[in-house]
């Protein structure tokens, strides 16, 4: 025993038991064996925070989802890449919409997910992977926070070469954001120093997921302002051509290919 989590797919365990939570397909977790478990989604954070929240909401349907999310889904247009497609929830109601959507996603038992749940066109791997396949898209989707995964000043460029890379002309990027700034928590101000001294964007977070007794690599995750957002586009091919911040600190960033 080492007291280190074994490496695996956290985010595939963890929905392919909220899954069977929410639908009685496959075992349940059970608590001693009997009485049902929740399902927790637990992130640490590199300065020893830990956060838990109920993994349920990844499968929700359009009824439940916060407003931006249909904001979101409403500026679809054309063939669509669900980045991060999680548990589907998103390009479920663009299937039925009658949009031509692919969720890709890094973890095998979230798209084991979304295949039972019937989503169609699924793809494994990453983004940057997913450029030699020869697929071309209109719209790309970063949702359920997913503009996180632009990680940092390093990152970022390449994740949105990737991208124009996979773009057809006019394509358009919609991702949601949070600004972490409007906090006054020191747990988190501090944090936001710390990683500043260290060069690093404020709310560049560094985190790994735990599910029972797995756990992820240490990645980092951006959380990001509006004008963070700005700087770390210049110099690519996309515009930051609208920020709908209706319901900050949350935000739905649209970008679109320049030229
Ligand atoms: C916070 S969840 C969001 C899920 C979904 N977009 C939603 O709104 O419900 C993040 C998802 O991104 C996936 N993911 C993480 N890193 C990724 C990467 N580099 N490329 C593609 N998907 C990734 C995770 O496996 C997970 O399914």
Redesign the pocket.
Known sequence: MTGQPQIGDV?GEMLRDAFAVATGVGPRPLAGGRLPRPVIEIIERDDGLVNGAPAAH?LDGPADWQPYDHRAVDRVRGATL??????G??ALLLQDRGVPVTG????AG?LAVCHRRGVRDLVHG??DGHVADGRRYDTFLL????LG?LEGRERAPALLAALAALARPGAQIIAHGTDPYGTRDPVHTGYHERNRRQGRLGGQLRLRLRYRDLGTEWFDYLVCSPDELAGLIRGTAWRLTDVDDRDAPYYLATLRLAG
């Not at 669900?82 to 548990?87: E, H």
């Not at 949702?143 to 997913?146: A, D, H, R």
């Open positions: 985010f990844y669900d980045v991060g497609v999680g548990a929830r998103i890709l996603d890094t973890s979230a990453t983004v949702l359920g926070n997913n995964l």
